[in-house]
């Protein structure tokens, strides 16, 4: 599958559109679409809405990458993860309508989700864009029924641009003539470009801090907007960061017209692994068992960020890092905002990843964020070092969702 195209991203909508016509055009049989594009949050908002929206009784198809564990996480079919034969069939079916041209993984892989949603009976499609928003390869649907930009920062600045506003046009390309577009809290450049595309486009916008806000209050997740306010439990996914993630996913609830059960539910129901993620059980557990062991797959400055504002509220315990992360990445960006949280970093390589970042350089960058570092060959190894002289520590493995998938897989 990974020789079909020679380049692994390579962002234009022609091949898709090509592989799409010559299947029928699945993409314009499928149930109503959410479509959703950001920097960070995509997939915990995205898991908040299908949460929403199942305890109504709807059934709900989900697009997410990349995958951590198995590949077919990505594709949701009516709340199920579709199962490892039928994926194979589609994906074959994809690769001969294809006919040997020029392709990337992930474009027949979202044209395969396409095929398996047009022909399952749902309610919704959820589409997280994979990279971007203007060509990513879900952009080929013309009328979603809502949009939604989650926070925009830097990140994939070769392919997206390097200044947030640049990146912000490239998100905004999922915005669609007259069909409203939900956006979450922005740096002020990225907002005056999603407002400036919404305008010329008819898009009514529901923006943070001007048509709804999200906020804790004494414990508690406030929600308000112009109809009303909600006062309902904090969000089950662990971080501050997840009140604006839960406040966009409650504006796109009541977009559709949902209730406060819906809205409710969307805050304790969702499900969404390796975003601070407390491991309880399985052999890494079983190797530090009295160590407070968790997991995120956050990856640049922001998501530095929101980890170490989840750090800096959980009880104070001596915390250590087993960081992994990829050669593509601002690594020093994602650690210096740790810094002050954490004892020490142990740096691994990711195992079975050709752009992984070596373990003496996240070592070195951690050292340069101001960090006490060492070195580790796995994490395991790391894992069994620190319970020998912290046996009681908080241990975050972190740096990069394909760390995170290995930890799962090797965790059972």
């Known amino acids: ?25 699945p993409e314009r049989a499928i149930p109503p679409v959410i479509h959703i ?33 198995r590949f077919h996480e ?15 069939a589609l994906l074959d079916e994809c690769v001969a309508a294809n006919g040997g041209e020029e392709i990337t993984f992930f474009e027949i892989t979202t044209c395969a989700a396409f095929l398996a949603f047009a022909r399952t009976q749902a309610d919704w499609t959820l589409l997280e864009v994979g990279l971007g928003g203007r060509l990513d390869a879900t952009n080929v ?63 009514p916008v529901l923006a943070h801090g001007q048509h709804w806000q999200a906020f804790e209050d004494r414990g508690r997740l406030i929600y308000q907007d112009e109809t009303g306010l909600l006062d309902l439990p904090l969000p089950n996914l662990p971080g501050p960061h997840q009140i604006q993630n839960a406040g966009a996913a409650i504006a796109a ?14 805050v304790t129901r969702a499900v969404w692994p390796a975003r601070m993620q407390r491991l309880r059980r399985g052999p890494l557990v079983d190797l530090a068992p009295q160590v407070e062991l968790w997991l995120d797959g956050g990856h640049n400055p922001a998501g530095g960020e929101a980890v170490a504002a989840t750090l800096a509220r959980m009880p104070r315990r001596e915390t250590h890092l087993i960081c992994g992360m990829l050669n593509t990445k601002d690594v020093t960006g994602y650690m210096r905002p740790l810094a002050p949280q954490v004892a020490r970093l142990h740096a691994v390589s990711i195992p079975g990843e050709k752009n ?57």
Request: hydrophobic share 45%; with cysteine; net charge neutral.
């Open 253 to 266: 609830l009541r977009a559709l017209g949902r209730d406060e059960a819906a809205c409710e539910a969307a």
């Open 1 to 25: 599958m990974m020789t079909l195209h020679p380049k692994v991203i390579d962002l234009t909508l022609g091949r898709v559109e090509r592989l799409l016509s010559a299947l029928g055009n």
């Open 37 to 69: 594009a950001g920097t960070n949050g995509k997939g915990s908002t995205q898991a908040m809405i299908r949460a929403g929206l199942e305890a109504g009784g709807d059934r709900v198809h989900a697009y997410t990458s990349p995958h951590l564990a």
């Open 356 to 412: 992984t970042l070596p373990a003496e350089a996240t070592r070195d960058a951690a050292r340069a964020a101001g960090m006490d570092a060492v070195t580790a060959g796995s994490v395991a190894e790391a894992l069994a070092g620190i319970a020998a002289t912290s046996p009681e520590a908080r241990v975050l493995i972190c740096g990069s969702l394909y760390l995170a998938g290995t930890v799962l897989r090797e965790n059972g």
């Open 141 to 203: 649907v013309d009328h979603p029924r809502l949009t939604i930009i989650t926070p925009v920062s830097m990140d994939h600045e070769s392919f997206l641009g390097d200044t947030v506003a640049k990146i912000a046009g490239e998100k905004a390309g999922i915005i669609k003539r007259g069909v409203p577009v939900i956006v979450g809290p922005q740096h002020p450049d990225g907002l005056a470009v999603i407002e400036a595309q919404a305008a010329r486009l008819g898009a």
């Open 74 to 88: 990505r594709i949701r079919l009516a709340g199920e993860l579709i199962s490892e034969p039928a994926l194979t």
